[in-house]
């Protein structure tokens, strides 16, 4: 089966948006566009993966510089497989066009933080090679 990644652009809003309702991260499709402009101009990566055609993934990868270092780190924010593609590579290919990405703008670090409930992505970190290397505390924030 071959995956093919490319930039997300604003004809996949759609698919985008139904990928985000999986990642439990409900979005209306309106709202997609702006969100993809607010990422590009920041010089994010939003990147989709396509099988015969059709979106079945989607990953964003945000480059930042940071004080500890004198190379930007990489944080892969989203990450999802449409169901009905999954156990088929494409997260794995995926991964591997984001770290291309981070290694090609100089990047020191790939990194993600992942929810303690999401069983299945723990073990295919792991199985794709990546290390548990840390913990996340956070909070959501009022207005
Ligand atoms: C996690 C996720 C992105 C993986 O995508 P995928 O396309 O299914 O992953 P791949 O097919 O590339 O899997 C690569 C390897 O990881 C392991 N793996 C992946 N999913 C697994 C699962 N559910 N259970 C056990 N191992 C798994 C396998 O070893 C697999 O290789 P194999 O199929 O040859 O055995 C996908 O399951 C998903 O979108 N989950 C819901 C959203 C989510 O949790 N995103 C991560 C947020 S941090």
Request: aromatic fraction near 4%.
């Amino acid at each position: 089966m071959a995956v093919s990644i490319r930039a997300a652009e604003p004809r996949d809003a759609e698919a985008i948006a139904g990928l985000l309702v999986q990642l439990g991260y409900p979005a209306d499709t309106a709202a997609i566009v702006p969100r993809l402009e607010r990422l590009g101009i920041v010089g994010d990566t939003v990147s989709v993966a396509e099988v015969g055609g059709k979106v079945v993934g989607l990953a964003h990868l945000q480059v930042s510089p940071t004080i500890e270092s004198d190379r930007p780190v990489a944080k892969l924010g989203a990450l999802v497989v449409d169901e009905a593609s999954r156990r088929q590579g494409v997260g794995r290919a995926l991964i591997a066009a984001m770290k291309e990405e981070a290694r090609s703008r100089g990047c020191g670090v790939f990194f993600l933080t992942t929810s303690e409930l999401r069983d299945d992505a723990h073990v295919f970190y792991g199985q794709i090679g990546l290390q548990r290397t840390g913990r996340r505390y956070g909070t959501t924030l009022s207005q």
